[in-house]
């Protein structure tokens, strides 16, 4: 005893999905913010300015970063917040 005919689901779900893409690029959220981009140690550096010293002691510190395999990425908009965060206080 099938609950729902297979043919009804299947438009119901393609249905949805459409909805969400159209709202997806209405909204024009196709591709993350700017600050939403993953830099290395390097990049990070040499965007702000300062050593590679200077930056693996604010990682110390509390500076937010994400390690993958070996590797550390920074978020650049939870770098930019920390830091307005530290001017404030």
């Known amino acids: 005893m099938d609950l729902i005919n297979h043919e009804a689901l299947s438009r119901c779900i393609r249905d949805a999905v459409r909805a969400e893409l159209q709202e997806h690029f209405r909204a024009g959220t196709s591709q993350p913010p ?5 830099l290395s140690k390097q990049e990070l550096s040499e965007e ?18 994400l ?16 830091m307005q965060q530290k001017t404030k206080n």
């Open 48 to 65: 702000l300015g300062v050593s590679l010293v200077t930056l693996t002691d604010w990682m110390k510190k509390g500076l937010p970063f």
């Open 34 to 38: 700017q600050d939403e981009r993953l």
């Open 67 to 82: 390690r993958l395999h070996k590797r550390v990425y920074f978020k650049m908009s939870e770098v930019l917040a920390i």
